[in-house]
């Protein structure tokens, strides 16, 4: 491993104010259902750290909040695309980051989601290798067999669980 | 001899550096106990540690040496010869020069030099300290606790032996502490050295002492510290804080003022960088040293600091409100300009000419004062001229309103201009205003900005305190021209105020708002008429009440005006100015007292009793009459309502009584001498009551409920004189209008009660009312009939009858029967009244009743109150066995009729146990005097847990089963957790049953929820951890079933929350259940809600993380 971070001095974003959502009634909609949407997952990873920075992604903006799309129109699965920036286009961490976002929607969201997980389009190097192992499933539960890199993947997510 | 060879070890143990910490402390402990209780002398341990005192090795002779300063240091208070004293500081004050054993050395003389009495160090041993000191220590070189430790000592010296500076010999005692304290950065010895600095330079004041050639050198070591620029956490063992570290390092700068040359210009230029915290730290410290060093020092920086202020309060003061009378400007809450004012404030009143003379003189008023008479309204004012105005309104109001000499100044240079301004003639001659010639009052030459500052000129003369006497004589002399300024001034303004609230003549809401806030400052002013002439007072209060009644449509405008009316009512009372007071009566308070009744004005009914409260709150004496009009209203309405039959009436009433319950029997309590009121109040119900015809045809709930309210507690806030008056003219009434005899045989009041009149109901709820709200002391006549008739309709389920029953078992005195009269009624007999027939009609009301008796009882202790426990539990599996309807479980389709399995009557013997334990604002508790025995809950709970096992282990039907867990989490849920946790272990697996069991049903949530409640209380607690270790897997199972009940969200959020919480106990417990669990979980993962969702995501991470 190369000494030294990737990017040494990223830019620091100011984190956005949680969007309050409006107090249900408790009684009146007992059993009505809210569903999943693109704030929810957006919580899901605001806080994930980056790999080799003290900051949230929120506020590297590697990921906001319109960056989550929610597609409900097959009815029997739905799909969430959760498209994110790398701070540097020759970012080494692209793929944890991603693996990262992976794990922690895995865990988080119901197995009827399907989630596509792609770097933004002209923001890295080597997109199209990055998306492909993303999205294959093998690999990413052959990285999951690697104790170092659950072990990464587990610091990066600690904060997100608080 | 064994305590000898003993005490001889612990030294060893100490000494030797291979031992623990802890084994090093307790030795320390017991060598210093030993000492203490003198089974050794200091003598003897001096010589047993001869060696290790003076050893060549050096550890040792530190370790020996720590060991002896360390035994000092906690024997301050143990008495010592003075001899002892002397041969040891003799010795310390040597070893000061040993640099490898230093720390005990210090330690010793610190503690030797603290001492307060019982053998203290002479001042030629403290010299010989302070000599040693200077020669042999080399501070900065120290580690930091050594540091901390030499600082202690040199504070100790200075602030005990102060002549040590000039001691010892050539000035270089100084010399060597500004060597000590240069550089320094700990900011735990940071404190210390601004200590030492400033008892330093306290020690001589005087230009000729010893420090004062130093003074130079010591402001530049302590200069560069300021600002004081500190962010670490507190968390690190240090408690010192950035505040601690500024008030310090001021309290050294103003601790001489040899040092102002240094410090003002130092301060002035901080003032004006660009730190906020810098600013705030440095115009406090300008503020304390002004007061430190004086008028004549000051005075040389009186320009300086002027313009900086100057500069400060524009740059930070506030944003101007776009809109004049939305404004919250007196809301200062930012910290700058806050400090800026209040050192301004201390700047004029420090010395009464220069620096008012600055800013009569400044420019840039100047300029501001030209300018603004060209805009006539608020909004015209260019946002950077709106801001000067706003700041320099504040500014005339701060300097003017420190000292009268200071608003003497400022009033005559500025008033005459603004009045030039406002185009009013100050021409005594003239009464009149210049302006008022035909209509236009509004002339083009009005402007805002003048009126403005008028305003704040006047408030600070009204703020200005200064005795009646005192104005009188300025008034009259004639040489303080201000006075008769002021004076001349009001008039006309008062005038031009109220111009702009004439209804012909609309004027904007900014200058509405002026107005009123314009009349406000005008009729607050001090010295009786002599400002303000009376008959122009009562022009302020007529505009003001004008506002109140007409202008409800502008909220702003409308709570300024009461507020303005409320203020000078209680200033007013304040000042006892009788001749104010009397017009203030006439003009304002019977205005409003009238509202109430007349419908002239379309004021909403909200807001008049908003005005009539706020205004009846300023004093006692307006509360008098509005509570008479009030009193009055309300009776004339009953008669119309219950006489005429006018039901329309009854809402407007109902509110008024709710606004005397509410709004102003509280104020009355918590102000002396209004129980007179309450008393008339509740006689004059008493008699309209009585006045009332045979048939009344109203029976309006919400009326009763408010009279009801009213009445209980205007009785509860009575003393026990007037609560005897009250009842027993509310007897009387009571006795002579109802329909049926009192006292009233057995054996009729069943066919009497079935032809209840609505006026019955009344008198009787009422009469009710009052038992409620009595005193234990408070005597009933006739106990024995009213309890039977209260008995009699509890039975027929007249709830408040048994609240009223329940009061008065609770209330009466056990003892009282012995000593005096037959007829008192004695709590056995009411008791034994209750049970006397079994024919307790078994609706849902006469139980609910039994429940409030029992709570009267249970809240006293007495043990009775079992009897009705037991009939309350038979009623309850009485009519849940007997129950015909199958029972129905649980599916999404006929929750509602799941509802309707219970037979009522088991159900509202369940739910007795709820009113039996919940606390209640109805009656019974500390606002109605009830008796409280302490822990009666936890009492209560130990009764009944084993009833209710056993029931729940013997009772057949399913059923009845879970009738009993409902009565059981009643129970549980109010009990303290303190004492469940005691019976965690029993309770527990209880609980547990519970909830599986409750869950079936979905009209249970609420008991479903509350049981979970106290299962998370055991669960977040450590003791009660215990239990639930022992069953971990029972829980588990029932929370994992709970996660999926469908009736109530907050169940399966805190089931779910319960499930991370056990996450936490030991492994081989909860190891087991991990895959249910995550199984569980990851359905909750896709729950309808999102906090359940979120919940969820936390528990599998927890559970996942275990393994």
Known sequence: ?162 | MAEASQFNRHIESYVDVSRSSAQQGASLDAIISLLKNDVVTIALLVRDMDMYLTTADNVIRARGILLLGETLMQLHSKPLENSTVHSLITFFTDRLADWRALRGAVVGCLALIRRKSFGVVSADDAVAVARSYVQHLQVQSLAQHDRKLCFELLECLLERHSHVVTSVQDHDFVYGILAAIDGEKDPQCLMLTFHIVELLVKAYPHSSGPVSSYISDIFSILGCYFPIHFTHPTTEGTDVTKDDLSTALMMAFAATPLFEPFAVPLLLEKLSSSLPSAKVDSLKSLNYCATKYGTDRMGKHAKAIWSSLKDTTYATGPEPPSSFSLDSQDAMENEIPTEAFGLLEKMTSLDNGPFVSLITSDEDINTVFNTISSYNSYDKIPLHNKRRLLVIGHILYVSAQSSVSSCQKIVECFLPRLMEGLELSLDSTSSHLCNSNGNGVLSRRTNFGSLYLSIELLKACRDLRISKEDLVCRINSQNDTWCCLLQRVCGPLSETFSSFLEKNEPANDDYLCLAVKGLQVLALLPGGNLLISNSTFEVILGKLVSVVLEDSNKIYLWRLALKALVDIGRFIENFDEVDKEMRYINVVVEKFAHLVSSTEFDLPLRLKLEALSNVGRSSLKYMIRILLKLEEVITTNLIAIYVEGNITLAKTTSQLLECYSTELIPWMQSNEGSEEMLLRFADSIWKTIESLPLTVCVNNKELLDAMIKVMKLAVACCGVESQNLIVNKAYSAFSSITSFPIPLEEFKLTQEIDKLSNRDDLVLSLFASVVIGLHPQAEVPNLRSIAHVFRGFFLKGNVIAAQAYGSMVNKLNPKSSVTETLEVFTLEQAIDMIFSKDSLDSSDDAITGLAWIGKGLLMRGHERVKDIVMLLLKCLLEYGKTSSLPLKQYSSDNCHEANECFPSVAESAADAFQILVRDSDLCLNREFHAMVRPLYKQRFFSIMMPLLESLIVNSESPLSRCLVYRAFGHVISETPLVAILNDAKKLVSLLVNGMSMLSNYASEKDGLYSLLLVLSGILTDNTGQEAVIENAHIIVNCLVQLIGYPHRMLVRETAIQCLTAMSQLPYTKIYPRRIQVLQAVSKALDDPKRVVRQEAVKCRQAWASIA
């Not at chain 1, 309050?20 to 899901?44: C, G, K, M, N, T």
Request: aromatic share 6%.
């Open chain 1, 1 to 162: 491993m190369v000494s030294g971070l990737i990017n040494a001095n990223p830019v620091v974003y100011e984190k956005k104010e949680r969007r309050q959502r409006p107090a249900s009634i408790p009684d009146a909609d007992e059993y009505s259902a809210e569903a999943i949407d693109q704030l929810e997952v957006f919580d899901h990873v605001r806080d994930i750290k980056d790999p080799e920075h003290p900051y949230s992604l929120e506020e590297l903006k590697v990921i906001s909040e319109d960056a989550i799309e929610v597609d409900d129109r097959r009815s029997y699965v739905s799909c969430f695309r959760v498209t994110f920036t790398p701070t540097v286009e020759h970012c080494s961490m692209a793929t944890v980051i991603g693996l990262c976002l992976r794990v922690k929607l895995m865990r988080s969201l119901p197995s009827r989601y399907k989630v596509d997980i792609r770097v933004a389009p002209g923001t890295h190097a080597t997109e199209a290798a990055v998306n492909k192992q993303l999205n294959d499933k093998e690999r990413i539960a052959a990285a999951l067999e690697n104790p170092n890199l659950v072990d990464m993947v587990d610091e990066c997510l600690a904060p997100s669980y608080a």
